[in-house]
Nanobody, 120 residues
């Protein structure tokens, strides 16, 4: 059984920073891509940032230069450092991870979501 536990959301003023973390617990062989998504009311979940197993990164255009995704393979965590936050960054943020098991994969797992609210 794999569980993803997110932390780090909250309320911040525009221009401020937050750091989200997601830890993957359980028994498995390896982790593939690790991603952060966000979703607002009535909207589809959108990809914010991705980091591959070899460390390559990709960002949604609106967060480039402001957000930084990183991973710690030893600790089985992925983080999202969010700087220069804007009110339009307000959403629920979800981590998504691809997990490889001895019998196959990658299988997709989602975190429970963490609220980020940026006040103007």
């Amino acid at each position: 059984q794999v569980q993803l536990v997110e932390s780090g959301g909250g309320l911040v003023q525009a221009g401020g920073s937050l750091r989200l973390s997601c830890a993957a617990s359980g028994s498995y062989i390896s982790i593939d891509d690790m991603e952060w998504y966000r979703q607002g009311p009535g909207n589809e979940r959108e990809l914010v940032a991705r980091i591959t197993s070899d460390g390559s990164t990709k960002y949604e255009d609106s967060v480039k230069g402001r957000f930084t995704i990183s991973r710690d393979n030893a600790k089985k965590t992925v983080s999202l450092q969010m700087d220069s936050l804007k009110p339009e960054d307000t959403d629920v943020y979800y981590c998504k991870v691809g997990i490889n098991f001895a019998w196959g994969g990658p299988y997709t797992y989602w975190g429970q979501g963490t609220q980020v609210t940026v006040s103007s």
